[in-house]
């Protein structure tokens, strides 16, 4: 398809601004590829030890449990655009650095530890400033194609990235691989710097709305949290999924991210294997951030909870040390159900969440859904080695399996439909088309130009045939 056709079939890609975010989150996530086989490969070859990858991989996560609030008022207060960047480099520092080590000596374990808490603090900056700053890009109407296309192009990149990856660190050292994930991350500054839209403060503007268009000094950071907090528990929908992929994450998180690379090293092949199988993850994302263009679940709280609980398929089919093949089928369904997730996720929280708070609210969910990743990879690799790490698999799956029952118990989960979530959270997502909380004007003018070029070609019936689906889909709410 020519670019011009593209660009007719996809209105959101005329928004200068949002192409070059798609160049970022191509790059980022290829560089974060390289990462996810390099860290684990790299402890494993230095130390021989999951005990040791479970400290390290702790380390990268706990930083979470600070700085993902901290970044989402950032991202409130600030341009987004320039918090990524400072999340970026913080991560280009801790992996770049970590890479020189590993191909030059052999790093201590509390310097891989310190190097992998500053990736991490990156890793909790960056989420609430990435999902404050689309929306703040595209017009309203445009969200669910753009945040499709959007996670489309970052699960692309994060592919591509840990295939290659598998197969330099198998053929070279994982200390490479963390040096091209840190050179990686620098170039995304550039991109980033370029992007005019989104540097508006949405904080200020609904400050000075209240108080009737006159000036107010901006709040302490500890007020600004209370009312991120307000907000984040006033959805019932949102806190209890919250909780439910807490025990997930912290259960996925020991089962897959340290004791995955010890079970493809001792019955799979190594590096290359768990780059495919990270791969195969990353191409079912993307198979779902397709499908996610067009479908969306009658019940999506529902659909939410069960495919949180589906994610027990992955320490299962590692459990039973399945075929490679088996395990990257595995790997491949489960990605697409979960981009599917995700992405109707994103938009929720975009259209019921006000955009003064969104970061903040975006925060919660964050530090709710990692605040226990940490003792999940503590706890891995000490009980892996304990009672087997087949058996340590399977645990992982019975509690994953147990927290989704529970979160179905609210006959809200169970019974709210799309339209009822409209209804529901209508309130809050009525607020996002006033000054200062959409996209600037020369988005609306790129996309309204692409829009008569399409009906001047086609002419109105065809426009509205053509257009009509889309637009249907992308005025209901799903939830994550």
């Known amino acids: 398809m020519s670019r011009g056709g593209l660009i007719r079939r996809f209105p959101v890609l005329a928004i200068r601004d949002f192409r070059l975010l798609l160049a970022d ?33 702790a380390a990268q996560i706990a930083p979470s449990l600070i700085f993902a609030l901290l970044g989402g008022v950032a991202a409130d207060r600030f341009p987004p655009q320039r918090v990524i960047i ?50 703040r890009l595209v017009p309203r109407s445009m969200l669910q194609e753009a945040s499709a296309i959007s996670r489309l192009v970052m699960n692309t990149g994060q592919m591509s990235g840990a295939a290659v990856a598998g197969l330099l660190v198998a053929a070279t050292s994982p200390g490479l691989a963390l040096l091209l994930c840190g050179i990686g991350m620098v ?23 209240a108080a009737g268009g006159v000036s107010e000094s901006t709040p302490n950071m500890l007020t600004e ?10 959805h019932t929908w949102l806190w209890v999924i919250v909780a439910e992929f807490c025990v997930v994450m912290m259960a996925w998180y020991g089962a897959f991210s ?20 990270t791969a195969a993850d990353a191409f079912g994302l993307i198979t779902g951030g397709l499908v996610s263009l067009r479908f969306t ?55 019921n969440i006000p955009p003064e708070k969104l970061a903040r609210v975006s925060s919660y969910d964050v530090l709710g859904t990692v605040m226990a990743m940490p003792a999940g990879a503590l706890i891995a690799g000490p009980l892996g080695s304990a009672i087997g790490t087949s058996r340590a698999e399977y645990a992982a799956a019975g ?25 529901l959270h209508g309130a809050a997502a009525a607020g996002t088309a006033g000054p200062g909380k959409g996209p600037p004007s020369s988005v609306t003018s790129d996309v309204l130009g692409v829009r008569a070029e399409r009906q001047h070609r086609h002419g109105h019936a065809g426009h509205r045939e053509h257009q009509q689906p889309a637009e249907a889909h992308s005025d209901r709410a799903p939830v994550r």
């Not at 009312?227 to 006033?234: A, D, P």
């Not at 340290?258 to 495919?276: E, K, S």
């Open 258 to 277: 340290v004791l995955g690379p010890v079970v493809a090293r001792a019955h799979l092949g190594g590096a290359a294997a768990w780059g495919a199988i």
């Open 225 to 234: 949290l209370r009312e991120g907090w307000s907000e984040f528990r006033s």
């Open 399 to 423: 509690a994953i399996v147990l927290a989704a029952a529970l979160a179905l118990i609210p006959r809200e989960i169970r019974t709210i439909r799309n339209d009822d979530a409209d209804r």
């Open 86 to 135: 400072a999340a970026n480099l913080m991560m280009a520092l801790g992996e770049g650095t970590f890479g020189i080590l590993v191909l030059t000596g052999h790093p201590s374990l509390w310097a891989m530890m310190g190097l992998e808490a500053l990736t991490g603090s990156g890793i909790a900056i960056f989420y609430p400033a990435s999902q404050a700053l689309l929306p």
């Open 187 to 209: 170039s995304t500054v550039p991109l980033l710097l370029s992007i005019r839209g989104g540097r508006e403060s949405l904080r200020s503007g609904a400050a000075s709305e």
């Open 25 to 57: 989150r191509l790059i980022a996530p290829a560089s974060v590829g390289f990462s996810l086989v390099g860290v684990s490969f790299a402890v494993l070859k230095l130390t021989n030890s999951p005990t040791d990858l479970s400290y390290v991989l």
């Open 297 to 351: 679940p009658r019940r999506p709280m529902l659909f939410v909870v069960l495919t949180g609980g589906a994610v027990a398929i992955s320490p299962l089919s590692l459990a039973m040390i399945l075929p490679l093949a088996a395990i990257c089928a595995a790997s491949f369904c489960l990605g697409v159900f979960v981009e599917m997730m995700m992405v109707q996720w994103t938009v929720t929280m975009v259209r």
